[in-house]
């Protein structure tokens, strides 16, 4: 933005004054994870890993390693996206191509679930987890999130096939392809964007889900980081808030990852084909 | 292969769109479907194609009922008005993919594809996406992957509806050539005259989902079955005067100027109202047959000059001359119709 009529530094530094306390606070939030303090100063002195030693250390008896934590967690997000993109993507093209019996119904059905405030389903779900047997279970979380997270990804995915010209369907058919070959060579990649943007949106939500695990599996081996995190500050008597920092900044790499390598996916949305 | 639909209906919902329609195409014939918009022609096509279901009737190719037979199964190729390429694929896998879902060998792929982009002329193009393609370069492709498979049958929806005026009128020629190259039976929608008329053997005119006339170009042209084929056919287009019959003659509406019938028409009785359709080419000044009136449009276009002559009594003649004609806006003039050429339609819109 060089054009000689618009000046670009009193937009910057308007911007750059309103987010100077997050700047700050991220990296108070890192420099605290590898330093530590002298009392009543607000420059760190000394450099350190001990609040680190979580990552090494064995846990205290009556705590999970945080491995088995990550582990838990990372199964968590990817059994939920999995789920969810599979099923958004032959829902949502059900809904977008299928002639189908009560096809009005199904869609205002999962506009009602995707406004519907889920917190007050909690109670419900709990009952029912305990009752099928998979309370503080990995999978009775992931199916609870799955569920709840379905409708706006069947709709996401509904609106990108609705944008996929028939022509295409239509010259498949002719071509000699089977509707399934249809559907999975030619229009699946047509909404790919969309695919790996739904995706990545719902390995977030999961990643950072924090009731849902807190709720039905609070304990134990069924641990996510999220609850894991909480409870450092909740069980202790006296809390080390560098070593809460710390583990809140290894809760937040695999995030930063995430968007750095599907950024570009997010970005790159295909060029039609068709010539309109 | 040759092509039967027998008494097809067709609707959707509520709205029929076309009622019980017969048609017959031969083998190696190429066959405009024409007409205006909504008039049924791209039905008649996606019903050919397998896309539509027809509700009555029968479609037969060659001797075998295909009526009940799926899109995937009736060896058809079709082009899409907008090309329908698969962006994501290059122009190779584009023009592979009925091969490759047929499960051929990849040397067989790679010979058929190379021999079919020669056809099109697009032997250099096979890396590229479709969207780094031209309009007429995607049209080729489209037309390379159409035909890779040797269909039976090509069908075009709208070929060159999308291109612009230059590239149509070489597509037109190119569709033509390899339709010829090929020998395939190939059906044409379109809802431009000289497409038409310039590629097709025959010609289907079709209005509310009825075909009003189905001949050769050149017959169509010049014996059009009812005005509305006349009006259709023929650009810049036929004029038509209003008027009653009067003593055995054409007497023009709020005029006394009564002008002779051709003979070998036969008319209706005295004060029926009738037309007369009459080429841009058959008012002349050099015919015999005089009328007179105001010349109120000039459009120059190089080799021809159009003119639209206002009559007395308020109806327009069109008259297409060679070069230097020379004459103005707003001059008398006194120009003659070609006697045997006058086209007369009855009160219906059919032709006397």
């Known amino acids: 933005m060089t054009s000689s009529n618009f000046r670009s530094w009193p937009l910057f530094l308007v911007l750059g004054v309103i987010s100077m306390p997050l700047v700050i606070m991220y990296v108070y939030l890192f420099v605290d994870t590898v330093t530590d303090t002298t009392a009543g100063s607000l420059i760190p002195d000394r450099f350190t890993l001990h609040h680190w030693r979580f990552l090494w250390e064995e846990p205290e008896t009556g705590r999970v390693s945080i491995w088995t934590v990550t582990l838990n967690t990372f199964i968590f997000a990817i059994c939920t996206t999995l789920i969810n993109v599979s099923a958004s993507v032959t829902a949502g093209y059900a809904l977008s191509r299928l002639n189908m019996p009560f096809k009005r119904f199904f869609l205002g059905g999962i506009l009602t679930l995707h406004a519907f405030p889920t917190i007050t389903l909690i109670i419900s779900i709990f009952l029912i987890l305990q009752m099928i047997g998979l309370y503080n279970t990995l999978i009775g979380v992931i199916l609870v999130k799955t569920a709840l997270e379905l409708p706006f990804g069947i709709w996401i995915m509904k609106g990108f096939f609705d944008n996929v010209p028939w022509e295409i369907e239509m010259a498949g058919l002719q071509d000699g392809a089977s509707r399934f070959t249809v559907w999975w060579k030619l229009v699946l990649p047509q909404v790919q964007p969309g695919v790996a943007a739904l995706a990545v949106f719902v390995f977030l939500s999961a990643w950072s889900e924090f009731i849902l695990p807190q709720v039905l599996a609070p304990s134990g081996s069924a641990q996510v980081l999220s609850t894991y995190l909480s409870n450092l500050i909740f069980d202790d008597i006296k809390p080390d808030f560098n070593m809460f920092k710390s583990v809140g900044v290894f809760y937040a790499l695999p995030v930063i990852v995430v968007y750095l390598i599907f950024n570009k996916q997010l970005m790159n949305i295909y060029g039609g084909g068709t010539k309109g | ?352």
Not at chain 2, 10 to 25: A, P, Q, R, Y
Not at chain 2, 126 to 144: D, K, M
Not at chain 2, 170 to 191: D, K, P, W, Y
Not at chain 2, 221 to 231: D, K, L, T
């Open chain 2, 1 to 352: 292969m040759r092509i039967s639909i027998e008494n097809f209906t067709k609707s959707f919902g509520d709205t029929t769109v076309i009622e019980d329609m017969s048609l017959e195409i031969g083998d190696g014939e190429m066959l405009a479907l024409l007409g205006p918009s909504g008039c049924g022609k791209s039905t008649t096509l996606f019903a050919i194609c397998g896309i539509h279901r027809m509700n009555a009737g029968r479609l037969l190719f060659g001797d075998a009922d295909v009526t009940e037979v799926s899109s995937q199964k009736r060896n058809v190729g079709v082009v899409f008005q907008n090309y329908a390429l698969y962006p994501h694929m290059n122009v190779y896998e584009n023009i592979a993919f009925p091969l490759k879902v047929r499960k051929e060998s990849r040397a067989e792929v790679d010979r058929k594809v190379q021999e079919i982009a020669d056809l099109v002329h697009i032997g250099e193009l096979l890396q590229r996406r479709p969207v780094q393609l031209s309009g007429g370069q995607q049209q080729r492709v489209a037309l390379a992957r159409a035909l890779i498979r040797k269909p039976d049958i090509l069908l075009l929806d709208e070929p060159l509806a999308n291109l612009d005026a230059k590239l149509r009128l070489e597509m037109r020629s190119e569709i033509r050539r390899i339709q010829l190259a090929t020998g395939i039976t190939a059906v044409l929608v379109t809802h431009d005259q000289v497409e038409a008329m310039s590629m097709c053997d025959r010609i289907a005119i079709m209005d509310k989902g009825r075909i009003v006339q189905l001949s050769t170009p050149k017959d169509m042209y010049e014996n059009p079955s009812s005005a509305f084929v006349a009006g259709f056919l023929g650009n810049p287009p036929i004029a038509f005067l209003e008027g009653t019959v009067a003593d055995g003659g054409f007497r023009l509406a709020n005029s006394r100027v009564t002008l002779p019938v051709p003979s070998g028409i036969e008319l209706p009785g005295d004060g029926a109202p009738i037309r007369f359709g009459v080429r841009p080419e058959f008012f002349q000044p050099g015919n015999p047959l005089k009328v007179s009136g105001k010349v109120s449009f000039v459009e120059i276009q190089g080799r021809e000059e159009l003119y639209d002559v206002t009559l007395e009594n308020g109806a327009v003649l069109r008259s297409i001359q060679a070069q230097s004609a020379g004459f103005r806006l707003g001059e008398d003039v006194s120009w003659g119709i070609a006697q045997d050429k006058v086209l007369a339609f009855g009160p219906d819109g059919n032709r006397l």
